[in-house]
T-cell receptor, first 111, second 115 residues
């Protein structure tokens, strides 16, 4: 049982480049989330999904896009990378009334 | 909106010392409360939770009691170990329907335990 798998673990992007952060869960959870973690700032919600085909914005969605074509996958897309997007990104999934299961994170640096 | 405030770190303790990390919250209704732990280089792991007032969550020697009258959920451990060194996050999940089960996190408190 792999839980929540994120790839890649590390990435360096140049300003203006694009990339997709992958997230897959094998627990058949309906709810999935993308958070970013900045030093001293806790976790901020970027986007979330309550099921396949349904996504919604969180607190800090600007500069990101998501899709949810299957229950398992919830990729996060950065179209024009900016230095302000340097952060650690965490994907998570949850079954109702239980705690979240987090992936191990993607450390992204934009230079 | 919902918010969580927790004490700033880092907190540095000697092994076997008593730990308290304060957490207070603002939310409407009756939220569920959580403590998560993040070890270096890893994702967050659920440490304990409480879903209603006066519930006590406990795990691995850590405890926290849901106090609605003081809107608090302080984390305690009677005797910390070096292996407890990590960042601890307090979080809440609002009770309102349609919220997508979203968690609101505090800023995290780093704990360092020394021999």
């Amino acid at each position: 049982n792999a839980g929540v798998t994120q790839t890649p673990k590390f990435r360096i992007l140049k300003i203006g480049q694009s990339m997709t952060l992958q997230c897959t869960q094998d627990m058949n959870h309906n709810y999935m989330y993308w958070y970013r973690q900045d030093p001293g700032m806790g976790l901020k919600l970027i986007y979330y999904s309550v099921g396949a085909g349904i996504t919604d914005k969180g607190e800090v969605p600007n500069g990101y896009n998501v899709s949810r074509s299957t229950t398992e996958d919830f990729p996060l897309r950065l179209e024009l990378a900016a230095p302000s997007q340097t952060s650690v990104y965490f994907c998570a999934s949850v079954r109702a009334n239980y705690g979240y299961t987090f992936g191990s994170g993607t450390r992204l640096t934009v230079v | 909106g919902d918010s969580v405030t927790q004490m700033e770190g880092p907190v540095t303790l000697s092994e076997e010392a008593f730990l308290t990390i304060n957490c207070t919250y603002t939310a409407t209704g009756y939220p569920s409360l959580f403590w998560y732990v993040q070890y270096p280089g890893e994702g967050l792991q659920l440490l304990l939770k409480a879903t209603k007032a006066d519930d006590k969550g406990s795990n691995k020697g850590f405890e926290a009691t849901y106090r609605k009258e003081t809107t608090s959920f302080h984390l305690e451990k009677g005797s910390v170990q070096v292996s407890d060194s990590a960042v601890y996050f307090c979080a809440l999940r609002g009770s309102l329907t349609g919220g997508g089960n979203k968690l609101t996190f505090g800023t995290g408190t780093q704990l360092k335990v020394e021999l």
